[in-house]
């Protein structure tokens, strides 16, 4: 393999500007699939990300190209998600590529994403090659967006290319201008093997397919491997490509390539995404640094509506992990559901993807509990504690200290709509930190604000403000110091721990009120009167009841003497209390889901 003809990229961008569409182009344009098999997002696997029109997991194809100076380039392309919650998918595939192609919509400009792609790309020093997509479109303006383009991420205006992924317009110059500034991948094949592990799948047959990219050396199948953070030892049991998004079985793979591979690996906790390969005959000195940590932003709990059900969720979380390095989880207890596991995840969307994938893929039907973020705790004892779920929050006499985690978040929005966003950000205690004018039409703005405020409804809010124009993304910046307190909501006095919450004390009343109100809209109507009440500690905050279903006990009572009525009420009353006592309030999983919209 001639390693000067290889080019490994990533096409990032923000989301639905024309990624997809883009990697079918260049996939049809060099015959990587035959026409008769082309569709639109033909990279995009799942049926979710069909339906919603979303990319959620990165995918890799093997291309032959030949180029206009007659050689046959190897094009390694990896198509990546655009939204925000999908960020970790974009910096992985990003550390297995030499260069990067930055997909700009015609008609949007640059957005947030844009700009936060961007910047992971330089951070991995990567060459990127600038497009300006959907030059079809009738109401764009080509020289504002260049100049975008030009001020913001610093190209210059010959840099860029025009194209239209939909009419195929452009792919060819693309396809050379990555040849061209994208370099050949570095390293020796005459070096001891050395392989990044950059993403993972679980195949019923094969067991845990492995995707690798060989820094350095060469994979020969047959091969005996070690993994270098785990130590643990396998036997390459087949070794391919993804050409024509399928897999392609070689003898080997050299310096350059990305791959993938089989080592009869049953157990998906075997494998870390970021870890190093090297070969057990003539192992490399030192692993890769492997992927910076990711933390989890938002938690929640996931049961099985089932108990019985536990030991699928946990196999088929397993595997699920596999394929998104970034979904965290651990065993937990609760009181209403039982057995189940505390979730992490990058953002609210990220949650639902994982939810809908659990229940659809491993076919499971579950119950999640109300999201929340990981606020921090100083004890009077000294410990500092991470509070991830309500229970875990000690008693208000030993806490010192409280504090909750803030964000750096950019918006880029139309100039005429600064001053609702603006007032819709200071509502949920956002701090203004700058502005910076993209052109005369659009403005970046930076604002720290909790992590609370924005991982429910705060981008629906955006995009409703800015006639779907604004755009957002946001970093992890640190802890502040807060007041918290943990609310409760109680059915007939028993407290339900799943609407359990953690949150700033001046916030609580509000919050109490709301759910109260939502919670009696959602509740059906029992046997027996449900009292739903708020409360922190012994105070309640919030009160309703949902009335009794009623059953007319004297319908058959036509006459007689009035004591024979009182005597059925009377004993009607008394089952009814019987009922509340003992009887269990059903609660539907819609009122999960909606409460989690309450501000």
């Known amino acids: ?66 180029s206009g100076d ?30 990067a192609v930055l997909v700009i919509d015609a008609a949007q400009g640059i957005e947030a994403q844009t700009v936060a792609n961007y910047y992971l790309a330089l951070e991995n ?38 194209a239209s992924a939909k009419e195929g317009i452009g792919i060819k110059e ?33 067991g845990v397919v492995v995707y690798v990219r060989i820094m350095d050396g060469k994979l020969n199948a047959g091969s005996q491997i070690k993994l270098m953070n785990s130590n643990t030892v396998y036997k390459v049991e087949e070794l391919g490509v993804f050409k024509n998004l399928k897999y392609a079985e070689v003898d080997s793979l050299s310096c350059g390539e990305v791959g993938y591979l089989t080592a009869n ?42 108990p019985g059900d536990f030991p699928d969720l946990r196999d088929a979380m397993d595997k699920l992990r596999l394929s998104d390095a970034s979904f965290v989880f651990e065993p937990e207890n609760s009181q209403s559901f039982g057995t189940g596991f505390r979730c992490g995840f990058l953002g609210l969307l990220h949650m639902e993807i994982v939810q809908e994938r659990l229940e659809r893929e491993y076919n499971l039907n579950l119950i999640l509990t109300v999201p929340n973020v990981v606020y921090r705790v100083k004890t009077n004892d000294g410990q500092t504690i991470d509070i991830d779920t309500p229970a875990k929050l000690p008693e208000p006499s030993q806490i010192s200290e409280a504090f909750e985690p ?19 950000v200071k509502s949920r205690r956002g701090t203004f930190v700058s502005r910076e ?67 700033p004390k001046d916030k609580a009343p509000h919050k109490a009120h709301a759910l109260v109100s939502k919670l009696r809209e959602l509740i059906p109507r029992q046997l027996f009167e ?4 708020a409360a922190i500690g012994s105070q309640i905050l919030a009160s309703d009841k949902v009335r009794a279903l009623g059953k007319h006990v004297t319908s058959k009572c036509s006459g007689g003497d009035i004591t024979r009525k009182r005597k059925l009420w009377e004993h009607q009353k008394k089952s009814k209390k019987r009922l509340k006592q003992f009887g269990k309030v059903e609660i539907p999983q819609e009122a999960f889901l909606e409460v989690l919209k309450i501000q």
Do not use: W
């Not at 082309?38 to 696997?45: A, S, W």
């Not at 094009?75 to 910096?91: A, C, K, Q, R, W």
């Open 1 to 66: 393999m001639n390693k000067s003809l290889i080019r490994n990229f990533s096409i990032i961008a923000h989301i639905d500007h024309g990624k997809s569409t883009l990697a079918d182009r260049i996939l049809e344009i060099t015959g990587a699939l035959d026409r008769r098999h082309i569709r639109d997002q033909v990279l995009d696997d799942m049926d979710l990300e069909r339906e919603r029109g979303i990319t959620i997991k990165a995918s890799t194809v093997r291309i032959d190209y030949l």
């Open 174 to 206: 693309i396809l050379e201008r990555i040849i061209k500034v994208i370099p050949p991948p570095p390293g020796d094949e005459n070096n001891p093997l050395k392989a990044l592990i950059f993403d993972c799948r679980f195949d019923v047959y094969k």
């Open 70 to 99: 007659g050689s046959t380039y190897i094009l390694n392309l990896i198509d990546t998600p655009g939204h925000v919650d999908f960020t970790y998918e974009v910096s992985k595939s990003l550390a297995a590529c030499e260069g």
């Open 530 to 533: 449900v009292v739903i009440q």
């Open 125 to 162: 020093n990567l060459e990127i090659v600038p497009v300006i997509n959907k030059i079809d479109l009738p109401s764009i303006d080509l020289p504002k967006t260049k100049h975008q383009i030009c001020t913001v991420l610093g190209f210059r205006e010959e840099d860029i290319i025009l």
């Open 437 to 503: 004018h993209l052109g005369e039409e659009r403005v970046k703005l930076q604002f720290e604000i909790p992590l609370s405020e924005i991982i429910v409804d705060f981008y629906d809010r955006i995009k409703s403000l800015t006639r779907g124009y604004g755009s957002l993304d946001y970093e992890f910046k640190e802890y502040y110091p807060t007041r918290l307190v943990k609310l409760d909501i109680m059915f007939n006095g028993l407290v339900c721990d799943a609407f359990s919450l953690i949150m």
């Open 406 to 424: 803030y964000v750096n978040l950019m918006i880029i929005i139309p100039v005429d709509t600064i001053e609702p966003v603006c007032e819709m």
């Open 265 to 306: 690996i049953r157990s998906p906790r075997e494998i870390v995404v970021g870890d190093t390969l090297t070969d057990i005959k003539n192992p490399c000195e030192k692993a890769l640094p492997g992927y910076k940590k990711i933390k989890a932003l938002v938690f929640c709990g996931i049961y099985p509506v089932n």
